[in-house]
């Protein structure tokens, strides 16, 4: 298969409302265009220098989406076209991302990254945290980010029940922190190659995939 048929079968499993953001961190700017070309637009990026690289290259109507850690000293370089950061993971990071979108005076949506998996090293809010950080009302001076809800990464793991146990803790998390925003955060990311139809069962409305559209990576 080649990647618009592997796209279009993704997508035709998909349910309505529910978004794909095609990973296409460490493939070439052709195999973007070939998803392109079969109706794909959202494209998620893992490193700001290879995102911007691409951008430039790229037609505009692409919306790029920074899926992967973000350093704060690396949002000035995203900022000027980024549609998403589906990554923040901490106030610092959000008051850079309002500093650099006013500056372009643009409004970047922003998800929440929170640590649900069995894993240490899972970047991400503690979930205390980050209720602690909502709760404090800083998101309501910042008119440039919109918080659109929470991104996940699941365990990594062959053990179905663990993952399944962490899409419902974000899911719950999810549902939680509506209650704190107004209808734009309508966001579930959740859902990579390997676990997204676990995530649709979740009730996941973004899911990111690379390598089953992609194929594998070559680091
Ligand atoms: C790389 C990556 C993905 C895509 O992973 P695949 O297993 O290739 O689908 C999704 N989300 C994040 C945050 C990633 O870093």
Redesign the pocket.
Known sequence: MNIKERLHRILATLPEGVSLVA?S?FHPAASIMEAYEAGQRIF?E?RPQEMTAKAMELPKDIEWSM??HLQTNKVKMIAPYVTMIS?VDSARLIEEIERQAARYERCIDILLEVHVAQEETKSGWDVDELRTYIASGALSSMPHVRVRGVMT?ATNTDDESIVRGDFKRIRDIFEELKGYFDTSFDTLSIG???DYPIALEYGSTMV?????IFGHRVY
């Open positions: 990973v961190k998620g893992s899926i992967g990554s990464i990579m190659s390997d990111r995939i690379g390598t089953a």
